[in-house]
């Protein structure tokens, strides 16, 4: 899967039917639907019945989609591989992606792919780069699979688990953007900036994304569709 012209990526929560249903009226260059982050572990099952329907279902047709699975350790994981890979997603994104979940990951998806008779590597990988161990082996994170053909930097992420304090000037998350976004040009491949958190500030975002594409990044992530076009027009 090309994914050159991806310069959004747009990240829904997979538990909203009345989101499921708008995001793409945003022209995302990618709908991200959300069975992690912003779904609750109580509402884990039923969000992620709601995006296998919301995918057979409603009109997708002029956006690639992808979904955001929960990590195979938290136990909600495998199941969401198991379900929404028979719906046929664009692709899959890997949250607080190490070598050894990628690697469990494909041997799940090629089982699924073989038991539902898909298209062998169809289903592309995007792994979320958030922690410090996957900044700092994002060279073999990115090799390990050929189904890879991008990576998302969430800088909450790992502001989080370094107890750092999030800034809009963004100083303190520098050396990882630049790391991520030149790893991923190295590679070959496509890199999603971080959320611009501000949702009603545009020139902060215009600001922010523009810094992004001059660090190396091919595209940039938002939560709000509002946001969408800010982000193609800096990376078109």
């Not at 609750?40 to 992620?48: F, G, I, V, W, Y």
């Not at 410090?132 to 969430?154: D, W």
Request: hydrophobic share 45%; with cysteine; aromatic share 6%.
């Amino acid at each position: 899967m090309k994914m050159s012209l991806n310069r959004s990526m747009l990240l829904v929560s997979g538990n909203s039917p009345k989101r499921l249903q708008d995001a793409a009226v945003f022209n995302p260059g990618l709908l991200v639907l959300d069975l992690a982050d912003e779904v609750k572990d109580e509402d884990k099952d039923s969000a992620r019945l709601l995006v296998r329907e919301a995918i057979r279902f409603l009109d997708y047709e002029k956006v690639k989609l992808a979904v955001r699975i929960n990590t195979l350790k938290s136990g909600f994981g495998t199941k969401d591989i198991e379900v929404i890979s028979r719906v046929k997603p664009e692709a899959f994104l890997i949250p607080q992606a190490s070598v050894e979940q990628l690697q469990d990951v494909e041997i799940m998806l090629a089982l699924a792919e073989k038991e539902g008779a898909l298209e062998s590597g169809g289903i592309k990988l995007i792994p979320v780069i958030e922690t410090v161990k996957a900044l700092g082996g994002i060279s073999s994170i990115l090799s390990v699979s050929s189904r890879i053909v991008g990576a998302f930097f969430n800088a909450d992420g790992l502001a989080k688990e370094l107890g750092m304090t999030r800034t809009q000037e963004g100083d303190e998350i520098l050396y990882a953007r630049s790391k991520v976004a030149i790893a991923c040009r190295a590679a070959g491949l496509n890199s999603f900036d971080t959320v611009f958190t501000e949702s009603n500030d545009e020139e902060g975002l215009l600001k922010d994304a523009r810094k992004a594409r001059n660090l190396g990044f091919t595209g940039k992530a938002a939560i709000n569709g509002r946001q969408i076009g800010i982000i193609n027009h800096v990376f078109a």
